[in-house]
């Protein structure tokens, strides 16, 4: 079965600090990756996914098959990025494509 | 810009109540989820619904059931709740014509279960 790993639950980093968010999958099929991130009081919502390789409000993640991850990376972190984050792998399920996340890691970005 | 509500934020009930959440997306969307969302245990699936009246389980659809009888609208019932369903509810939908499958998520419904 697939599953989805995020072994931070909390992380604080300062405000200019690179941060990267742990992110580790197991699936017997092709992979496709998203970061989903909700802000205080705010709905859930995508950030990135791995094929369209972009970045996103600074945020970069690529997809390691060989080391079965995607990690979140931003090299300046900003108050404005604290959040809940959330790593999800799509899969095909019967009739139709579901997301399983991970638990997720709670950022927070110090002055 | 896709919206999806749900009926209520906050709802507060008692052991053994029947509880209706409501899902309602106004972007013509096929496919629906309920997720519930717990501290530590992140998003887990309850139950999808990828066309009218059709219906799949998801990770953890004990004690739920669902109902899709309009393309807009996924209802969540709990048929009998119980103080372990007290979390916070989340819907979303996403279009299968749309290749990359992202899914758009309504605000939540904080469920609390004496």
């Known amino acids: 079965a697939q599953r989805v790993t995020q072994p931070e639950k909390l992380l604080s980093v300062f405000k200019g600090a690179p941060v990267e968010l742990k992110c580790n999958y197991s699936?017997?099929?092709?992979?496709?990756l998203f970061w989903y991130v909700q802000y205080s009081r705010q709905r859930l919502q995508l950030l990135l996914r791995?094929?369209s390789r972009e970045s996103i409000k600074g945020f970069t993640a690529d997809l390691n098959k060989g080391e079965t991850s995607f990690h979140l990376k931003k090299p300046f972190a900003q108050e404005e990025d604290s959040a809940m984050y959330y790593c999800?792998?799509?899969?095909?399920?019967?009739?139709?494509?579901?997301?399983?996340f991970g638990s997720g890691t709670q950022l927070t970005v110090l002055p | 810009d896709v919206k999806v509500t749900q009926s209520s934020r906050y709802l507060v009930k008692r052991t053994g109540e029947k509880v209706f959440l409501e899902c309602v997306q106004d972007?013509?969307?096929?496919?629906m989820f309920w997720y519930r969302q717990d501290p530590g245990l992140g998003l887990r699936l309850i139950y999808f619904s990828y066309d009218v009246k059709m219906k799949e389980k998801g990770d953890i659809p004990e004690g739920y059931s669902v109902s899709r009888e309009k393309k807009e609208r996924f209802s969540l019932i709990l048929e009998s709740a119980s103080t372990n369903q007290t979390s916070m509810y989340l819907c979303a939908s996403s279009s299968t014509r749309e290749s990359t499958d992202t899914q758009y998520f309504g605000p939540g419904t904080r469920l609390t279960v004496l």
């Open positions: 999800a792998l799509k899969v095909a399920s019967g009739s139709a494509r579901q997301l399983t």
């Open positions: 791995h094929i």
């Open positions: 699936y017997s099929g092709s992979p496709e």
């Open positions: 972007m013509d969307h096929e496919n």
